[in-house]
Each structure stands twice: as C-alpha cells, then as structure tokens.
C-alpha cells in the first residue's frame, strides 16, 4: 500500500499569505496525485487532479506541483474560504490511498 | 448538474450490518464507476471499493474484502455499500464518490453529502 505523508500537519497562515502544503509519497506515483479540500460536515471537494490540473471551477489561486514522490498544493493568496483541511490523494496503485491532511488555519 | 445523494444517518449494534445507498443524477450513470470511501473520527479517509455501474464489477480493499458488498440498481441510477459484522471501529462517515472512468483508478469529483453511521450497544 502507498503511504502518503502530509506536512506540515496545520498552517497558521492570515488572509492574503500564501500557503504551501506538501505531500510525499512512499515509492513513485508519477504524477498521480489529486488534491481535496475539506470543510468541517462537508464532503471533500476536488480542486486539483494529475497534479497539476485544476478541477472545473476551482479559482487560480490553487496550483499543484510535483512529480515522482513529491508533489506541492499552493495558495497563492488566502481567502477567508480557504482556512480548511486539504488531502492529498494517489491513483496510481489499488488501494487508492490518502494523505493524513494538512489543516490551514487563521492565524 | 453532477449529483450523489447519499441516504440518511444510521445507528446500529455492533454484529449488525448496514446499507447505504447513493443515487446519481445528472450523467449517464453506466458511465463511471462509484467508489466508497470512509473517514472515522481522527482518522484519514479511507478506500472501501467500487462498482462499475456497467457491468457490476467490483474491486474490494483488502481490508474490507470480507465485510463489503457493493451493488447497484441501474434502473435507480443508485449504488449500494453494504458492511456487516460492524464494530465501534466502524463507527464512520461512509461517502460515495464518482470516478472519472468505468474501471480505472481515478480521482474523485463529486463525492455524496456522506452518511454517519454510528455503531454503539
């Protein structure tokens, strides 16, 4: 099974700074990966897949990066909707596996 | 638009099963499989399975392999997880999710609003 390891666990960050989450893989997943955001009794919310294209809808200020093991969600420019939980996500092997979550909160 | 609605809560004994159904609208649902996926208090989200709509075929976690069954009903556009032997573990928000192909491992978009189930004596 693919481990996925977030980091940092939570990202004290105020509106308007950039946030920079990371996702690391436990063998290659090439470019693999999906990023979810998460909001507290909410279904996840695709914003990223294949690493670096945007879901429909999702505003430019999310973009993904990586390949191989290493892969990175960044928010350009917080907005007060953001402040959530986000999940990395791999496809390239069964069982489909997901990341711990890294937690953006208001600083 | 794209839609997965999930049936409501459930609280049931440990040594019972339980079935959630996810019905889909808004797309031809033979077109892409339905996979399940739990998150348990403290926990990260988890693979259960899927179902090609299609055929029927599924493809099971090894760690539920001998405790979940995933149907559908075409003629209801709607899926069904059904886990039994259930313990306080399982004790869970169990969503479905669309992939983006019948069969392939994929990401999900969109997923159901979820369905607590909550096993306790």
Known sequence: ???????????????????????????????????YQQKPGQAPRLLIYDASN???G????????????????TISSL??????VYYCQQRNKWPLTFGGGTKVAIK | QVQLVQSGAEVKKPGASVKVSCKASGYTF???????VRQAPGQRLECMGWINPGNGNTKYSQKFQDRVIITRDTSASTAYMELSSLASEDTAVYYCARAQAPESSSWFDPWGQGTLVTVSS
Request: hydrophobic share 35%; aromatic share 12%; glycine share 6%.
């Open chain 1, 79 to 84: 907005e007060p909707e953001d402040f959530a």
């Open chain 1, 1 to 35: 099974e693919i481990e996925l390891t977030q980091s940092p666990a939570t990202l004290s960050l105020s509106p308007g700074e950039r946030a920079t989450l990371s996702c690391r893989a436990s063998q290659s997943i090439y470019t693999y990966v999906a990023w």
């Open chain 1, 54 to 56: 945007r879901a429909t």
């Open chain 2, 30 to 36: 033979t077109n892409y499989a339905v996979h399940w």
């Open chain 1, 58 to 73: 999702i505003p430019a200020r999310f973009s993904g990066s990586g390949s191989g093991t290493d892969f990175t969600l």
